[in-house]
């Protein structure tokens, strides 16, 4: 049978000067249907398209068997293109934490990037108990995703936020992440223990539209789970007050970047908290609809002499207990970086600082730092070469 000419319409979708269209991917299969529909072509070609960038991870038009050879030359020729993020470099800690710096297809500049982290954890004890798996070493890990390149939000103790903000990334930009991380590491999507933290680059929830689209394509698309994700926000309130409408099948789990233990300390360290302050922000979590055993996590940067002492423990409890929010606290020493006068508090002060939440009956954690060597670690991400 001899396969129908292919005539694609113009969208708007802007051309590149290298005569590029925008990248395919971010686009669901509902969007990809309309697309090909509207080339002439029949809407499941539009799934096709999908199952092929979001499941069998392909990277390039040519490699999708599933379509017929002319509408493959036909959307190659017209200047269409997957444009999936693509890992431009990769830096390896001693703790096996991989730093990669990502870069964009389309109108993104070129050499623009950002960056995701690879954190495998896990005993290794089941690792490698199944046939063409026995290369893996780890059983479950985390991926770290960025939002925005740069960030508005002056937290004083991020590196981030002395890049100022560049842009928002797009849908693709930010589930491409995922997806890149997955093909490197060989994920089995629904058999491994994957955790995406939406904890990276830029605050999520001022970009927040792209940011739930590229929750819902990582879920309904690529496959993983919302209750293994967690976004964490600087406490934007209109972002918490959308995200508390979300439909329970596509919303992550929510941490709330706290980091001080009342509103003195908290504007001197995150200046946003003049905008919302601590009960404001609690006021909209509040609003949020938890699941079963679900929790809220607070995140708390310990700074050496700052927010590190047991007093302030003690009123993290106070605040903590008083919201009345299942919730954990989640302990993060500072980790340096060039530029920045911060101090990393003492093993000692750490220790002493969870033993006074727990002993206040709070639920708290020490997060040990990852990848500080390759400045990888929280609050580290500045698009850094060393390795
Ligand atoms: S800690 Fe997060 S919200 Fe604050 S400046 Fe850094 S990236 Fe932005």
Redesign the pocket.
Known sequence: MREKPVQLVSLDVTNSPSGLRAPLFGLDAEALSTLLVSAGEPAFRGKQFAEAMYRQWLSEICEIRTLPSALRAKLAAEGWQIGRPAIARAFQSVDGTERYLVEFAGSAPKGETVETVWMPEGDGGDAGDEIGHEEKDWSRATICISSQVG?A???QF?L??KLGLQRNLTVGEIAGQVVAVLERQAVRVGRDRMNLVFMG???PFLNYDNFMAAVRLLVHEVGLSPRRMTVST?GIVPGIEKFAKEPLDVRPRLAI?LNAPNDTIRTEIMPINRKWPISEVIDAVRRVPLRSRERITFEYVLLGGVTDRPEHAREVARLVRRSGLSAKVNLIAWNPGPGIACSTPTPEAVAAFHVALTGEGIPAYIRQPRGRDIFAAC?QLKRTVEG
């Open positions: 960030c939000v002056k937290c991020c981030t936020a680059m830029g605050e600087s970047s609050g």
